[in-house]
Nanobody, 125 residues
C-alpha cells in the first residue's frame, strides 16, 4: 500500500509556471507507475501525464504536451509535475495517482490503485 500527498498548487497568471510535487509513503514506490490527473468543476477527472515504473517511459495528454513535464525520484519517493505556459483552462484540482506493477502505462482513472487528496491549481487570465 502507498499513501500519496500532493503539494505545490496555487494561483498563477496565464503564461506562468507551477511545480507540483507528490510525496509517497512505503518502501515499494519504485514498483508503481505514477500519474497526474486533474478535475475541473463540473467535469470528469482526466489524465494529464504518467511515468512508468520501469524503462523511464512518459506519456502526456495532448492538451499539455510540450508544456508539462513529469519526473520521478525513486530515492526520494517523489513524483513532480512541472507546468509551464499555463492557461486558464488548466485550472483544476490536480491529483497524484499510483498504479502497482502495470503491464502498460495507463491513462484511465480506474486503472490506478491509490490517489492523493489533490491540490488546487488556478490560472487567471
Amino acid at each position: 500500500q502507498v499513501q500519496l500527498a500532493e503539494s505545490g498548487g496555487g494561483l498563477v497568471q496565464a503564461g506562468g509556471s507551477l511545480r507540483l510535487s507528490c510525496a509517497a509513503s512505503g518502501r515499494t514506490f519504485s514498483r508503481y507507475a505514477m500519474g497526474w490527473f486533474r478535475q475541473a468543476p463540473g467535469k470528469e477527472r482526466e489524465f494529464v501525464a504518467a511515468f512508468s515504473w520501469i524503462g523511464d517511459k512518459t506519456y502526456y495528454a495532448d492538451s499539455v504536451k510540450g508544456r508539462f513535464t513529469i519526473s520521478r525520484d525513486n530515492a526520494k519517493n517523489t513524483v513532480t509535475l512541472q507546468m509551464n505556459s499555463l492557461k486558464p483552462e488548466d485550472t483544476a484540482v490536480y491529483y497524484c495517482a499510483a498504479d502497482y506493477l502495470p503491464t502498460t502505462l495507463a491513462t484511465g482513472v480506474r486503472e490506478y490503485d491509490y490517489w492523493g487528496q489533490g491540490t488546487q491549481v488556478t490560472v487567471s487570465s
